[in-house]
């Protein structure tokens, strides 16, 4: 039997693209051991808007209030989840605004969390959109995403050198 025909629900992710001084916001994390590279929020929870999430996940990770934006993006493609093959991801991507300063664990490297933090892990980083590549991702919708906004000019191109 094929992958696709195990698939028997859906799982509706909802994340948000902040730009702020020429930089992406970005989130490392370590959940149940399996450790990425994505863009805050995280799934839609039963009773709560796509809009409602959003604002709900970056109050949760971030503590802080956003204005969401226009859907930008929605993975075209199948998606199965990485952590439970039964789910069929899908992705939206939206524009936010920040409508404070966000706090939590911010870093210049990948994963780097707070010493002594052990099970989940979080931190965030401002990357610099120069830098902004699909290999920094772990997910393909992410990889996706990054794709789009390069070809609308967001970033720069493929053969710019990244390592500068």
């Known amino acids: 039997m094929s992958a696709k025909h195990e698939l028997n629900r ?3 992710r ?4 902040c730009i702020r001084e020429d930089c992406l916001l970005i989130t490392d994390e370590v959940r149940g051991g399996f450790p990425m590279t994505k863009l805050p929020g ?3 929870e039963f ?3 796509l809009e409602d999430c959003l604002r709900r996940e970056w109050r949760e990770e971030l503590s802080v209030e956003i204005e969401v934006g ?6 075209p493609f199948l998606i199965q989840s990485a952590f439970n093959p039964r ?4 992705c939206f991507y939206y524009q936010v605004d920040l409508l404070g300063e966000p706090e939590g664990h911010f870093a210049t490297l990948p994963m780097d969390f707070p010493a002594g933090e052990r099970g989940d892990l979080q931190a ?3 990357l610099p959109l120069s830098r902004v590549d699909e290999s920094i991702f ?5 990889k996706a995403l990054v794709r789009e906004l390069r070809g609308l000019n967001f970033l720069p191109p493929d053969d710019q050198d990244f390592r500068r």
Not at 87 to 90: A, G, T
């Open 10 to 12: 859906f799982n509706l």
């Open 14 to 17: 909802v994340y948000g693209i």
């Open 42 to 44: 995280g799934g839609l």
């Open 47 to 49: 009773g709560e808007g």
């Open 70 to 75: 226009k859907v930008f993006f929605v993975n």
């Open 87 to 90: 789910d069929q991801v899908i």
């Open 124 to 126: 965030f980083r401002w």
């Open 138 to 142: 772990t997910f393909p919708s992410d």
